[in-house]
């Protein structure tokens, strides 16, 4: 188990309902006070075994949790140093490898307010697996949709990609373990339905869609894929494709 799992099962947490973040900072040595701050989100300062976190009170309450867990991880893998953390440092899925204080600040915040132990079983039992079922589940742990959605992209067994744009392409892309090897084209085709969640600002039904509107491969286009798209509070659009032919990971994946 990684580290906030292992702190979540020493305070014998089994349900997302006793992620109380507040309750396992105090078992930690810290305090959370929510305060306004003035040019960054969240602020861990430290002193020996004794910490404060101060977190932006106006931000959304998935926001808050999120920057709790995060100045947590600063306070697991950091201790000692204090962190001052402005939106931009905090929950920014960039991509799976980077590995610098913040990454494994934000790490540490997912696994403490989605732990596998915990989560797993319930991904597994998604069905359908979609962004109303991740949304769902989103809420009942009190996480964002687009780190629940990233957590059941690493943990689930089907072949789906979730992947964010603007209206300039390709932001970010998170393939599951089974379709690892595709690659969304970079540029974003303006018939697809992450277009289509942008231009609505809504959550869309799921549709069948040529994977030519979301690969960039010679004779794709003799496959279709599913794809359900929503827009997030950044203003991005977050798409889950799932891959219903095979052959479209046994030719190009
Ligand atoms: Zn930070």
Redesign the pocket.
Same mark, same amino acid.
């Given at each position: 188990m990684r580290p906030a799992e292992v702190l979540l099962s020493d305070l014998g947490i089994t349900s997302p309902a006793d992620i109380d973040v507040d309750a396992i900072a105090r078992c930690v040595g810290a305090e959370v006070d929510y305060r306004t701050l003035v040019g960054c989100e %969240?602020q861990i300062v430290g002193y020996r075994d004794r910490a404060v976190i101060y977190v932006e009170r106006k931000a959304s309450k998935t926001r808050r949790r999120f920057s709790v867990g &995060? *100045?947590l991880g &600063?306070w697991h893998h950091h201790r000692g140093q204090s962190?001052v953390?402005r939106p931009d440092?905090?929950g920014r899925p960039v991509d799976e490898a980077s590995r610098n %204080? *913040?990454r494994l %600040?934000d790490a540490y915040s997912a696994d403490l307010l989605l732990p596998p132990y915990i989560i797993g079983p319930l991904i597994e039992r998604l069905s359908p697996l979609n962004l109303h079922s991740i949304r769902e589940l989103a809420g009942e742990f009190g996480a964002s949709v687009t780190s629940t959605a990233i957590r059941t992209m690493r943990m689930t067994k089907e072949p789906v990609i979730l992947v964010a744009h603007n209206l300039l392409g390709r932001k970010w892309q998170w393939p599951s373990l089974k379709a690892a090897g595709l690659r969304v084209r970079d540029d974003v085709d303006p018939r697809s339905s992450a277009i289509s969640a942008i231009a609505t600002n809504a959550l869309t039904n799921e549709r069948k869609e040529p994977a030519s509107y979301w690969f960039d491969r010679r004779h794709v286009e003799q496959f279709d894929v599913r794809v359900q798209s929503m827009t997030t509070s950044e203003g991005e659009s977050l798409s889950l494709i799932r891959i219903t032919e095979l052959g479209l990971i046994e030719i190009y994946g």
């Open positions: %969240a &995060h *100045e &600063h962190f953390c440092d905090i %204080a *913040e %600040a």
